[in-house]
């Protein structure tokens, strides 16, 4: 059983940073995309960023130049860096992990975080 442990959220004025992390627990081979979403009330949730095997990094244009994602591969953790931060922001943050297990090396599986509230005040 594969769990995704998410952490750093919380409240912060407009033009204020936080970083969140995720990580998975359990029985893992490897690896392929690490990514966030969110979802604010009364809206679908939405592709915050991703990155997938090779480095390639894509964030939603309403992120981009602000968040940074990274990952540790080390440590199999993806973080999300939040500067200059909005009160449309303001949302769940859920971490999503494509992955596969040891017992299936050669099946992806994607999991998703239990999410992290991100309330940004004006």
């Known amino acids: 059983q594969v769990q995704l442990v998410e952490s750093g959220g919380g409240l912060v004025q407009a033009g204020g940073s936080l970083t969140l992390s995720c990580a998975p627990s359990g029985n893992i081979f490897s690896i392929n995309a690490m990514g966030w979403y969110r979802q604010a009330p009364g809206k679908q949730r939405e592709l915050v960023a991703i990155?997938?095997?090779?480095?390639?990094?894509k964030y939603a244009d309403s992120v981009k130049g602000r968040f940074t994602i990274s990952r540790d591969n080390a440590k199999n953790t993806v973080y999300l860096q939040m500067n200059s931060l909005k009160p449309d922001d303001t949302a769940v943050y859920y971490c999503?992990?494509?992955?596969?297990?040891?017992?299936?090396?050669?099946?992806?599986?994607?999991?998703w975080g239990q999410g992290v509230q991100v309330t940004v005040s004006s």
């Open positions: 990155s997938l095997t090779g480095d390639s990094l």
């Open positions: 999503n992990i494509r992955l596969t297990l040891a017992t299936t090396p050669f099946t992806p599986h994607d999991y």
